[in-house]
Antibody, heavy 121, light 110 residues
């Protein structure tokens, strides 16, 4: 089955760190760009970061730049998000999403079920 | 960070049609293509439209998309109760090197 499964969410204090993982299965992980997208409770979607298939090209949203690090291990079919200096506003469900590229553009065609990150004392 | 603006909510009776607009700046939209995502309550988003107006396999033709300049539109015809969800537009800004989601629109079937 083609799927993405996130893990690693939980409760962390402000200023703390957390590492999210996303396990991919059912497709050739190493040939796809991957993303992290988050959604704060009751709020809309916010793109967090994107990594190319090889890991050589990485982009971040302004709100996490310098604090979060995206990475991947193609041998393990896994995507990661290292989150440091966490703030209350980082609390959200974090989704792992695959980018599928047509001849014209890339869109997020496969999503995991999400993992909840809570930032609180 | 740039945003794409959508109306907070739209509603219509079963069988009717709704349209959802998505507007942004030239630096966000430019000549970039738009995707549309549906998020049913308590679930992950699902792509409905890509490349402005194309539907992935399995998406019914009740869903359509278009784009002109710095705005895009999602149309849903033959509205069903199962269409009640949040809808988001999204685009990759090649100039800003970021992916931008719209503010989201809640569709209510009356």
């Amino acid at each position: 089955e083609v799927q993405l499964v996130e893990s690693g969410g939980g409760l962390v204090q402000p200023g703390g760190s957390l590492r999210l993982s996303c396990a991919a299965s059912g497709f050739t992980f190493s040939t796809y760009e991957m993303n992290w997208v988050r959604q704060a409770p009751g709020k809309g979607l916010e793109w967090v970061s994107q990594i190319s298939d090889s890991g050589s090209t990485i982009y971040y949203g302004d709100s996490v730049k310098g604090r979060f690090t995206i990475s991947r291990d193609n041998a393990k079919n896994s995507l990661y998000l290292q989150m440091n200096s966490l703030r209350a506003e980082d609390a959200a469900v974090y989704y792992c999403a695959r980018s599928y590229c047509s001849s014209a553009s890339c869109y997020r065609d496969l999503w995991g079920q999400g993992t909840l990150v809570t930032v609180s004392t | 960070q740039s945003v794409l603006t959508q109306p907070p909510s739209v509603s219509a009776a079963p069988g009717q049609k709704v349209t959802i607009s998505c507007s942004g700046s030239s630096s966000t939209f430019g000549n970039n293509y738009v995707s549309w995502y549906q998020q049913l309550p308590g679930t992950a988003p699902k792509v409905l439209i890509y490349d402005n107006n194309k539907r992935p396999s399995g998406i019914p033709d009740r869903f359509s998309g278009s784009k002109s300049g710095t705005s895009a539109t999602l149309g849903i015809t033959g509205l069903q109760t199962g269409d009640e969800a949040d809808y988001y537009c999204g685009t990759w800004s090649s100039s800003l090197k970021i992916y931008v989601f719209g503010t989201g629109t809640k569709v209510t079937v009356l």
